[in-house]
C-alpha cells in the first residue's frame, strides 16, 4: 500500500477509518492498516488474532487493492471459510477473485495450472493419508522374498514408514537424519527405507497423483526450479497474508520467504503458542523472522478479551521462563475473578474425586457442563477421571485420544486376564495369541479347535498337551506369563505386573516404540485402579459395568456436557472453567526428560491455562506410584516456578471424598 488511507472518493475513506477506530483496538488498528512492505502481527491468545486479520484484508480492498491481488493462507479449511465468512460480512460481497485457502488447498490449485511441469497431468488425485499407505503397503508387498513377512510388517507397523518419508520432507532433512535422530532403534532399515521412498515418488507419477506433502513441496519447487512462474505469482500477488505463522513448517517457509520482495508479506502468530512440533511446525520461522526481515514493522497484540487479569498474570509468569521468544506481556482490562487454584492431592484417584466433585459444585451453581473442561498433556491422565466422572454420572466428551477401556494396550493386557480367568472366552485368547510373533489367524483357528475340546484350555496350555504348529517360541512366552500371572491369585496389580515383565512389556515396545512410555503409564495407571478390588472377579466385573456406561454415552442427548481433552486438541478453543489436571515431573513436562523439549513443553502449559474464561484449576499429587511401585513425580517444575501471588493454594480437607 503507499500509505495508510484509503484511495476512495467523498467520505467512504473517512467512514472507513472511523469503522476500524470503533471495532478495533490500537493494536489491531495498527496492525490492519499498517504500510509497511512486511508486518509481523505478534497476537497472544484471547487477542482478536483472527478479527485483525480479516479486518486488513477488508482494508486492503477499501484501500483499492484489486481482489485478484491478495493472497489469504490458513491453516484449517474451517478457519478458512470463517475468514471468508467475515470479510463477506465487513465488504458487504465475497471478492471472488481474491485467493484464500489453506496451504494446501493454495498448493494444489497452482499446481494444476502447471501439473505438466510436475509430471502429472491437469487432472491428478490428490492421495489422503490412507491412500497413501495403501501405496506403501502395496510397495512392500512387492518385495523381494528376502524380506521376511515380520520386517514387511513393521515397516508398516503404525505407519512407520509413511511417517519417515513424511518426516524428512517437512524437515528439510534427509531420511538418514531424521532415522539416525528418531528412529534409531530401526537404523538397520536405512536403505530400504530410502529405496521405498524412491519407488513411492516413481509410483505417485505412474498414477497421477499428489499425497498431501506434495501440494506443498512440489509447491516450493515448482517457484524453484521455474523463476518465470514464481515471478509471475509474485507479480499477481501483491499482498500475501498468512494466519497462525507459528504453525508453518520449513517448506512453508520457504513459500513465503519467495514472496517476499515484490509482495508486501504479513504473518500473524504467536511464538508462545507454537506446539506442534510434532507435526513439524518449526518455530524458528516467526521466531527468525524480525532477524530475517529487519525492517519489518512488528505490531504486538497484547490485550486478552478472554480471560481474567489473575489467569493473565500466571502465564505470563509461566511463559517469561522461556529464554528465546519475542517478546509480549498480555493483559485483561476484564473484571477481576478469582486467583487460579492449586490444588495437591494425595493420589491420582484423590484429585479425579476432587474434581469431579468441584465440577458439580460449579453446575450447581448454574455453569453449564459444556462451559467446563478438564485438560491433560496425555490421555492416560485421565484414568481414574474418567472412573469417577461416570460413577458420579457426569456427561463428558473426550477429545484427542480414545476413551481408556477402548484403547489396544489397556484391551489387550485385559484379554490376558479375562483367560484367567475364563478360560473359555475364545476372543480373549485370539487376542493375546496372535499378538505372539508366529501365531497368526490361521495358526490360532487351528490350535483353537483343540484348544475347545478340552475341559480347561488353560491348563491345557499350560501343561503342553495343545501347542500350535508355528510360533512356538512366542506360544511358549505366553504360557510362561499366564503361569506366573495365575499365580499371583486375587493381587490384580502383581497378576498385571508379571504379565508385562513375562510377556507384554516386549510386545508393547516393539508395537509403540514412540508411544511406549505413555502406554505402559497406562497399563500402570489399571493396575493402581485394580487394587480397589478384593479379586480378579469383581475386578474384571467393575470394568465390564464401568465400559457399558461409557459407551452409553448417557445424557448426551442433551447436549451439555463436560469436555475432556488433550492440550493440544484443545488450542483454539475456550471454556469458563478450566481443570488441568496430573501436573506432575514425569507427566508434565512429558517424561522423556530432553532438556530441548521444555520450551515447547511450558507453551503448551501457556496454551492450557489461557483455554480458561473465569475459573483456572491446576492439580498435582505427591503419591505418583510409576514403574511398579516406584515413587516417582512431585509438582511439575511449571507449577514450582510460579510465584506464591499468582496462585490461591487449596486444602483438599474442605472436600468430602
Keep these: 500500500m503507499e500509505n495508510n488511507r484509503c484511495r476512495l472518493n467523498g467520505n467512504a475513506d473517512e467512514a472507513w477509518l472511523a469503522r476500524l477506530h470503533r471495532e478495533l483496538n490500537q493494536a489491531q488498528y495498527a496492525f490492519a492498516t499498517a504500510s509497511d512492505p512486511v508486518v509481523l502481527g505478534l497476537a497472544g491468545p484471547g487477542s482478536g488474532k483472527t478479527r485483525a486479520l480479516v479486518y486488513r484484508a477488508a482494508h486492503l480492498v477499501k484501500c483499492g487493492v484489486a481482489p485478484e491481488e491478495i493472497l489469504l493462507l490458513t491453516f484449517t479449511n474451517k478457519a478458512a471459510e470463517e475468514m471468508k465468512e467475515r470479510l463477506k460480512k465487513l465488504l458487504d460481497f465475497w471478492p471472488q477473485e481474491l485467493w484464500a485457502g489453506t496451504f494446501h488447498s493454495i498448493g494444489a490449485r497452482i499446481l494444476r495450472r502447471h501439473a505438466a511441469l510436475t509430471g502429472r497431468g491437469s487432472n491428478f ?91 506443498l513441496l512440489c509447491w516450493l519447487e515448482l517457484f524453484e526450479q521455474h523463476p518465470e512462474i514464481r515471478e509471475s505469482y509474485r507479480q499477481r500477488f501483491k499482498h500475501v497474508l498468512v494466519d497462525e505463522f507459528q504453525d508453518t513448517n520449513v517448506v512453508q517457509g520457504r513459500i513465503v520467504d519467495l514472496f517476499a520482495g515484490s ?63 519475542l517478546h509480549k506481556r498480555l493483559f485483561s482490562k476484564n473484571p477481576p475473578g478469582d486467583k487460579p487454584w492449586i490444588v495437591g492431592a494425595r493420589n491420582a484417584i484423590q484429585e479425579a474425586s476432587f474434581v469431579s466433585q468441584r465440577i458439580q ?23 481414574e477421571l474418567e472412573f469417577a466422572l ?23 493386557v485385559l484379554a490376558y486376564l479375562k483367560v484367567i480367568y475364563n478360560p473359555a472366552d475364545e476372543g480373549a485368547w485370539r487376542r493375546i495369541a496372535t499378538l505372539q510373533p508366529g501365531l497368526g489367524p490361521s495358526t490360532f483357528d487351528a490350535l ?9 484350555p488353560l491348563e491345557a496350555a499350560l501343561q503342553g498337551k495343545v501347542g500350535p504348529s508355528r510360533g ?28 508385562m515383565a513375562e510377556n507384554y512389556d516386549a510386545i508393547l515396545r516393539k508395537n509403540y516404540p514412540e508411544q511406549y512410555e505413555e502406554r505402559l ?37 442433551s447436549g451439555d456436557c463436560l469436555t475432556l481433552s488433550t492440550i493440544h486438541s484443545a ?5 469458563e472453567a478450566v481443570f488441568i489436571i496430573g501436573m506432575n515431573g514425569g507427566h508434565f513436562p512429558s517424561s522423556r526428560g530432553d532438556v530441548r523439549e521444555i520450551p515447547e513443553e511450558r507453551r503448551l502449559f501457556y496454551v492450557a491455562v489461557t483455554r480458561a474464561r473465569r475459573f483456572l484449576t491446576l492439580s498435582t499429587y505427591w503419591e505418583d506410584y510409576r514403574h511398579w511401585d516406584a515413587a516417582a513425580g512431585g509438582p511439575s517444575l511449571f507449577l514450582q516456578e510460579l510465584p506464591q501471588e499468582c496462585y490461591e493454594p487449596v486444602l483438599l480437607e474442605e472436600y468430602e471424598y
Design 448 to 456: 483353537w479347535s483343540k484348544l475347545r475340546q478340552q475341559s480347561d
Design 390 to 412: 461416570v460413577r458420579r454420572g457426569i456427561p463428558y466428551r473426550t477429545y484427542g485420544g480414545v476413551k481408556f477401556l477402548q484403547k489396544a494396550h489397556i484391551k489387550d
Design 521 to 557: 503409564r497406562g497399563i500402570e495407571r489399571l493396575a493402581m485402579y485394580s487394587e480397589r478390588f478384593p479379586d480378579l472377579d469383581r475386578f474384571l466385573e467393575s470394568l465390564v459395568l464401568e465400559e457399558s456406561l461409557f459407551d452409553g454415552d448417557a445424557g448426551l442427548a
Design 472 to 499: 512356538k517360541a512366542g506360544w511358549e512366552a505366553l504360557c510362561a506369563a499366564l503361569r506366573e500371572a495365575r499365580t499371583r491369585g486375587k493381587e490384580v496389580a502383581q497378576a498385571i505386573e508379571s504379565i
Design 571 to 575: 488450542k483454539g478453543k475456550e471454556w
Design 361 to 383: 459444585e460449579l453446575h450447581r451453581e448454574g455453569l453449564p457442563l459444556r462451559e467446563m473442561a478438564v485438560l491433560y498433556r496425555s490421555s492416560y491422565l485421565a484414568t
Design 125 to 215: 488425485t490428490i492421495l489422503d493419508e490412507d491412500d497413501s499407505r495403501s501405496l506403501l503397503k502395496q510397495l512392500v508387498s512387492g518385495l523381494s522374498q528376502s524380506l521376511g513377512e515380520e520386517e514387511k510388517k513393521l515397516l508398516l507397523k503404525g505407519g512407520f514408514l509413511a511417517r519417515v518419508i513424511s518426516q524428512a520432507r517437512n524437515s528439510g532433512l534427509t531420511i538418514k537424519e531424521v532415522m539416525e535422530e528418531a528412529y534409531c532403534y530401526r537404523i538397520e532399515y536405512l536403505e530400504l527405507v530410502q529405496n521405498l521412498a524412491a519407488l513411492y515418488e516413481q509410483k505417485k507419477k505412474e498414477i497421477n497423483a499428489f499425497d498431501f506433502d506434495d501440494l
Design 263 to 325: 509482495s508486501s508479506i504479513c504473518v500473524v502468530g504467536d511464538d508462545a503458542q507454537s506446539i506442534y512440533a510434532f507435526r513439524f511446525a518449526h518455530v524458528g520461522n516467526i521466531l527468525s523472522f524480525p532477524e530475517k526481515y529487519p525492517h519489518c514493522q512488528v505490531v504486538r497484540m497484547e490485550q486478552n478479551y478472554r480471560s481474567t487479569p489473575e489467569i493473565v498474570a500466571l502465564a505470563n509468569c509461566s511463559i517469561s521462563y522461556n529464554r528465546e521468544q
